[in-house]
């Protein structure tokens, strides 16, 4: 059977499945993924001595040590994942849940009601943890899911995928509802990208460039966040202790992830007052900054020039893009123009202030007075997320259980005909 | 000017715009849209004069009589654009409404805001008072709106809106918020799918070629139905008179929209004894059947064979297909596979076969005991509508104001940051 059959028929079983698991009880899935959990740490040796496998071939190739780090599955990491497993056990779920209810004059009761989205395509990197939370996440919601993951972890996924769909067999949830796309050749994820007539969604997680190919090839939709260009704005009104503290925490707590600071933006009048020991503190963290002339005109020294690029990098690094402003007004239209529509925040005493920056920045998640690094789905309470969405269509931030839904209109009549 | 330089300036000039509508006040929106209703009521001769060269034209090309009819404005018309406008405005303002609220343990407050999408892209054929029912519904929702029509409406579209436009110089709302490709050179809906950096969501409107065009090319998420392959399912638990009376509505009361009956499945056993007063009725209306082997036998004569291809079928016309099925479950499978996740009614008076259905139906709207007809903005309550979406993102059947919006997480601190 040729690559391209292969996962026609695997979308296809999918498909069939999804309509299943979209009837299966709350209480028979809570089962289920009790079964996953388990099975993942009775497997553990299985998987530990699989995964030496991608560790090898990823020694061999050279891959940066960072890389081979997320790789790794340790007894830690394999307990992380049956416990992320378990938790979703105990998350509220979602389907069947009536979301609004309209009595029409005619008699008619039209209730909306959350039912799964269908069938979802994951296209992931080298975590092989997001094996298993994926699926987790996929069937508590009702849906069927299709794994497509990084070569480097082929062998990892691969074994945490057999031992998941070996464990299905004992629960009332069909195998087939859970798909694993298990080639390494390229064209597999061009493939999958055409099926938009058996899947329903695709959640591309990676690198900034995998993700605009996913974008642009796709007939199928895609909710996706291509970068976080976070940004911090130190207003004139801002208590300055505490914008001391939120920025520092945006940048140094762990640089490395979407929803750090990238850029922070400080009011001229506040500038040289805030910027001298804020940069010094930086500074002994390790934080590179560039920044602006007038920036580096107030901290004299040790400050790199930005480059017009530097307002759009992703750093994911210790380094820091700093820019003085003349108003509210510039850092709106800084954010607005440079950021990534991922999580901005500002730092001002003013209520007025505020308001306005919450409603000018045009992102997914905007803050006052606190750090940009609470984008995230266990911060904002929803449990485990499958990514973050700087889309603006069908889930804004972080997207979750709820964000693995849609709703149906079903409607109930004594009759009614349309006149 | 080039026409893709025209188009790209247009699109920048409404993605600025769209952050100053985001800001409007309810009041002030209503107010410029109270006189754009205003505007269309004093500037009906104008819009009938060049409405006439639309006409001319179609005359010259031989338009089939039906397409005619929908270009046509005469003062009938004129009044509808109007009070559609002026209906707008008695809207509930959907911007600013708190979805959400959510206290968290380390005392930040986020709220779930609902905010503007930005820049609408609509694409459609040839009824003119889409042009100034989407300008409303885009205004009232906080967003910028560009609008393609069809070149059979160029004079009309134009007409329009030329007197919206300058309507507007007297409203606190931009006139870089509206927006009109005025060029009916083919090539411009090719450079518009390409400017996802300006352009948040295309709603095309029009036939299945016009809108497969679009979701294939597009770069910008769309929300979009092809076709509206609507079933009504008799079960044998159906009480037959009323069986009777939501099958006429939905096939004849208007057969040439979307939510009419295309295939109407009667489960055996009762087919014998509802199929032939059912089909008498049809046949005085004029409705050509289709039937399945079993219906025709039931019928004896005058039912054409049902090829595979007419359970696929939307025909806007009265035909009808027509299928005994074995079983609800037969129904229901028929309708997964061959429906367009429009609107789907089962008449039953088994209450448990009624959920099963609403449950196990993917289609956007599911109905028991009711006309498929009903799915539509004004009939749900929702107020005009951008059209009806069968995709499962963002939104779902009747896409009216609230489609028009997305939301925004809004946190308010107190100085935390993340340990």
């Known amino acids: 059977m040729n690559l391209e059959t292969q996962i026609v028929k695997m979308a296809q079983a999918a498909k069939v499945a ?18 996953l959990s388990q099975a993942i740490l009775q ?8 995964n030496e496998q991608d560790l090898k071939a990823a020694a061999k190739s050279n891959l940066p040590s960072a890389l081979v780090d997320r790789l790794l599955l340790n007894n830690k990491r394999i307990q992380a994942m049956a416990d992320s497993l378990h938790e979703t056990v105990r998350l509220k779920d979602p389907i069947g849940e009536v979301l609004e209810t309209y009595r029409r004059p005619n008699g008619l009761l039209i209730e909306k009601v959350r039912v799964p989205i269908g069938v979802i395509g994951i296209i992931y990197e080298s975590r092989p943890n997001v094996t298993s939370d994926c699926i987790g996440l996929c069937l508590k919601s009702g849906n069927a899911v299709i794994l497509k993951g990084g070569k480097e972890a082929a062998h990892s996924n691969r074994a945490i995928f057999s031992v998941l769909r070996k464990a299905l ?5 069909p195998g087939q509802a859970v798909q694993l796309i298990d080639s390494t050749d390229r064209q597999a994820v061009h493939i ?3 099926l938009n007539r058996y899947v329903d969604l695709l959640v591309p997680r990676g690198g900034e460039e995998l993700i605009r190919f996913v974008a642009e090839h796709s007939l199928i939709p895609v909710v996706k966040h291509y970068k976080g260009v976070c940004h911090t704005y130190v ?3 801002a208590d300055l202790n ?30 040289s007052r805030f910027l001298p020991t804020m940069i010094y503190d930086f500074k002994n963290a390790g934080v590179e900054i560039r920044g602006c002339p007038l920036t580096r005109r107030i901290l004299k020294t040790g400050v790199k020039a930005a480059t017009e690029k530097d307002w759009d990098e992703e750093y994911l690094d210790l380094i820091l893009a700093v820019k003085v402003v003349h108003s509210l007004r510039e850092a709106v239209d800084h954010i607005n123009t440079h950021g990534s529509q991922h999580s901005d925040a500002i730092v001002t005493d003013d209520k007025k ?4 920056f919450l409603k000018s920045v045009d992102s997914a998640c905007t803050y006052v007075n606190a750090s940009t690094r609470f984008t995230d789905g266990y911060e904002f309470g929803f449990g485990a997320e499958v990514g973050i969405s700087t889309d603006k269509l069908h889930v804004r931030g972080p997207m979750a259980l709820e964000g693995l839904t849609t709703y149906q209109y079903q409607i109930h009549g004594k009759g009614q005909i349309r006149v």
Chains 1, 2 share one sequence.
């Open 235 to 237: 207003s004139a009104n």
């Open 353 to 356: 202030e505020a308001a306005h």
């Open 192 to 194: 999958l990208l055409k």
């Open 169 to 173: 067999t004992k629960t009332k949830i």
């Open 18 to 35: 999804a309509r299943q698991v979209a009837l299966i009880s709350s209480t028979e899935k809570n089962r289920a993924l009790q079964r």
């Open 242 to 271: 505490m914008a001391h503290k939120i920025c520092f925490n945006a940048k140094v707590q762990r640089p490395g992830v979407c929803n750090a600071m990238e850029t922070m933006l400080v009011h001229k009048d506040v500038a």
């Open 43 to 50: 497997n553990s040796d299985f998987l530990k001595k699989e």
